[in-house]
């Protein structure tokens, strides 16, 4: 299992957490036609997978994976690349909110601690810190536009209101999508309850409101601040948090390598095989890809694909795809042909 980098980390022992990865990630398009969101790499792993990575230095050893587009996918994946952790899953076959989608998880939860984390929230942070707090946490981070966020509302350490998306700012501290709640079961009762209520925000069941219900209960909240928060929502931030990702040494950089140069940060699968190119800075490839007679840059290259004779920067591709031709910038998908 990959450790993250930075300084030694408490670890909390036997850990569930909640990963809602049901998203049909249409920005991310045509990417995510036969690949789910969560499972697009950059810096050496998938996003899930550098989600898992810090679960496990945190301690985490059963995950509870909400999916729905693409599910078995990311199940395959998960339970394949994390042997060290327990796996199981439920289906959310209806998208009205991320309250509902944590409700599902019920079944698998105990009153022990638990751990909620959006499968879309890529993120640098001491979990455990919040973990042996005691009290329920949420991650924050400053924002300078409250209006996009979920955003807590702080009297001294102490969350005392949380607003989704506030026409008028009460707060610039928006939520991250990363939460440590100190009984499982205390969630999982707010989350039916505010579904049977019928209450619902912009249409759908959310997990703000069902944790503002806990807070009127008298449950004890905080707040902790993230160390990074990367946002993967479209194509430019993607390649955007893959650049920051590299330079805080992600990945690999073993391959085959034949009469090329390699400019660093880059991330090269140990079986990918380069000739006679220069790639990168800020490039990620991935198992299987032939690279050759090419110049690469701030790019992310899928499974399987071949690149041949060309100029390539700014660009997604996606596993399985042929690319050849000139100079490019492009967001291919999947098992596509591509000659410029």
Known sequence: MTRSIG??????????????????????????????????????????????????????????????????????????????ISVDHAVQEKMDGLASAISLASPMTDDGPLLVVLGDTLFSADL??????????????????????????MEGDRVVRLVEKPAEPVSNLAIVGIYVFSSGRALM?????????????RGEYQLTDAMQLMLDDGHDFGAFSVEGWYDCGKPETMLSTNRILLDRGRGRSSSRVEGSVILPPVSIHEDAEIVSSIVGPYVSIASGCR?????????????????????ISGSLIGDNATVSGNSARMIAGSTCEIEI
């Open 7 to 84: 300084t030694e980390r408490t670890v909390v022992p036997d850990m569930h957490a909640v990963i809602p990865v049901a998203g049909r990630g249409t920005r991310m398009r045509p990417l995510t036609w036969s690949v789910p969101k969560v499972l697009i790499r950059l810096a050496g792993n998938t996003m899930l997978g550098h989600i898992l990575d810090e679960l496990a230095v945190a301690g985490v050893d059963h995950v509870t994976l909400v999916t729905g587009y693409l599910g078995d996918q990311i199940v395959k994946w998960t339970t394949e690349n994390y042997p060290g």
């Open 128 to 153: 455990s810190k919040a973990m042996v707090d005691g009290r329920n946490m949420i991650a924050v981070s400053r924002v300078d536009d409250p209006r996009r966020f979920g955003v807590v509302v």
């Open 189 to 201: 009762d707010a989350t039916e309850r505010l579904i049977g209520s019928g209450k619902r925000t």
């Open 291 to 311: 690279i050759e007679g090419t110049l690469i840059s701030d790019s992310i290259v899928g499974c399987g694909t071949t690149i041949r004779n060309a100029n």
